[in-house]
């Protein structure tokens, strides 16, 4: 089992992939965070509370929130890749079981996605801490409460990660997988919560449960908002953490099942 995970991350290593991935998480972390912050939320139009408030830090990471598409399709590329380049059945041939090739996928990428969380909210942090001390602005919020706000993010995209994995492992062709894990996680939900009725569900599926981690529900209020309509009452961060595992488990167990019930073509 050591000697797959081994593979997988010589596998991940061997590929300009991760280098990309690492690019697009100082990006959009240091990038983004740090423009935002030189520029202020109370210069934005409409104007946002100003980052010697609570609400305005909270909000202004929050942002984060909107990135965890990129561990997600970084794990739908790493399961979608093999189908597409016929290597799975070379992989199948030399390690037989199947679940446990799957589970060194996860184990690789879970590990990766959480490596690109960390360096994406670090990135971030870093930019957020010296564009506010360029600015002359002390936070709203102390510096260990802001250190949490920034690893939340990293966790659930570790946890997205897996999600990926699993939808690769589920839908193989790799532009249909895609299509699914960006357009689910970009407007899937979002038009869940313009159906009356269906919106009380979204504190339970996957982007309710990291705006519950995350503390940011700037998209339930913008629609709730929208539609005329009460906010939405979302789980505490513990709860919204625990739900987010609690996906994540489901993911590996159908990344891990369903591959070793198909016949590889």
């Known amino acids: 089992m050591n000697a797959l995970i081994k593979a997988e991350f010589r596998r991940l290593a061997a ?18 965070v740090g423009a935002m912050t030189l520029v202020g939320p109370e210069n934005f139009d409409p104007p946002a509370p100003g980052l010697d408030t609570e609400d305005g830090v909270r909000s202004l990471l929050g942002m984060l929130s ?15 890749g093999e189908y597409r ?11 037989p079981r199947r679940r446990q090739v799957l589970t060194a996928k996860l184990v690789a990428y879970g590990v990766a996605g959480l490596v690109y969380g960390l360096v994406l909210t ?5 930019a957020f801490f010296g564009g506010v001390a360029a600015r002359g602005v002390t936070p709203g919020t102390a510096t260990g409460e802001v250190l949490m706000m920034l690893l939340r993010p990293a966790l659930a995209m570790a946890v997205y990660t897996l999600l990926g ?5 589920l839908i193989r062709h790799q532009v249909a997988a895609l299509a699914v894990v960006v357009g689910y996680l970009y407007a899937g939900e979002f038009l869940l919560m313009m159906i009356p009725g269906v919106k009380l569900l979204y504190p339970l599926l996957p982007g309710g449960a990291t705006a519950s981690l995350t503390g940011f529900d700037y998209a339930a209020d913008t ?6 309509t009460g906010p939405v009452q979302l789980l505490s961060p513990v709860g919204g953490g625990l739900l987010l595992t609690g996906y994540a488990l489901v ?6 099942l369903v591959p ?3 016949d590889v073509y």
């Open 122 to 126: 670090g990135t971030a942090g870093a």
């Open 85 to 95: 380049h016929r290597t799975v059945t070379y992989t199948f041939l030399h390690a």
């Open 260 to 262: 070793m019930r198909r």
């Open 223 to 228: 629609v709730a908002a929208e539609l005329a």
């Open 66 to 80: 909107f990135t965890v598409f990129l561990p997600a399709a970084l794990g739908t590329l790493a399961m979608t």
């Open 15 to 32: 590929t300009r992939l991760w280098l990309w991935a690492l690019l697009a998480a100082v990006v959009l972390g240091g990038g983004m």
């Open 251 to 256: 993911a590996a167990l159908v990344a891990v």
């Open 165 to 169: 994995v699993a939808a690769g492992a």
